[in-house]
């Protein structure tokens, strides 16, 4: 089974509002990082959080990490139509990444 | 600007052809990975490649096999392709794990081709 699952997994959201993304995990790690994958493309690196971080910001997105929970959420502040796409967690224990089934995001214009 | 490529955005082969995928990648990484993407399944890695002529078995390598003869390429080879490995192939390189970027960047971030899809009819 996946390391990590997101939830939930789809989301529809008017252009403007936030929109929340949240991934669990069962093992330990040593980080976490979100990527974005458009509609049939390559996936694109976002954001990565060390396991000794609880939050990190990178322009409209902030990434939270609750390792006693493991979990972690994605949010993407006043979302933008172009932000449509579907959003993966991986995690890393070793060199390999295991990455979740993913959140595809619909921002209506 | 750092690149992936992939040879092909679109393939479509007949069961039992050998088929090859092709990736190669301009930012100098050891590390190199085939995963296959279905829907519903998320990515699974299918091979990985942590320097030349080596490789190491991901979570579904049934069917498949690698080859890295150079530190910037790395092959994906179906020897018998069959309906069940229709499916995206996307391709990604990584620097060493734990050597971050110059300023304390990202570990094992890794950066993906556009991908093939690749259709076995």
């Known amino acids: 089974s996946q390391q990590g699952e997101e939830d939930p997994q789809a989301l529809s959201i008017q252009e403007g509002e936030n929109a929340t993304m949240n991934c669990s995990y069962k093992?330990?790690?040593?980080?976490l990082q979100w990527y974005r994958q458009n509609s049939g493309r390559g996936l694109v690196h976002l954001i990565l959080?060390?396991?000794?971080?609880r939050e990190k910001h990178s322009g409209r997105l902030r990434v939270t990490l609750d390792t006693s929970k493991k979990s972690s959420s994605l949010l993407i502040t006043a979302s933008r139509a172009a932000d449509t796409a579907s959003y993966f967690c991986?995690?890393?224990?070793?060199?390999?990444?295991?990455f979740g089934s993913g959140t595809r995001l619909l921002v209506r214009p | 600007d750092v690149k992936v490529t992939q040879s092909s955005r679109y393939l479509v082969k007949r069961t039992g052809e050998k088929v090859f995928l092709e990736c190669v990648q301009d930012m100098d990484h050891e590390n190199m990975f085939w995963y296959r993407q279905d829907p519903g399944l998320g990515l699974r890695l299918i091979y990985f490649?942590?320097?030349?002529?080596m490789k190491e078995k991901g979570d579904i390598p049934e069917g498949y096999s690698v080859s890295r003869e150079k530190k910037e390429r790395f092959s994906l080879i179906l020897e018998s392709a069959s309906t069940n490995q229709t499916s995206m192939y996307l391709c990604?390189?990584?620097?060493?794990w734990g050597r971050g970027l110059a300023g304390g960047g990202s570990y094992n971030e890794q950066f993906f081709g556009p991908g093939t899809r690749l259709t076995v009819l």
């Open positions: 490649s942590y320097d030349v002529k």
């Open positions: 990604a390189s990584s620097r060493t």
């Open positions: 959080i060390r396991s000794n971080e």
């Open positions: 093992t330990s790690i040593n980080n």
């Open positions: 991986a995690t890393d224990s070793s060199y390999k990444l295991i």
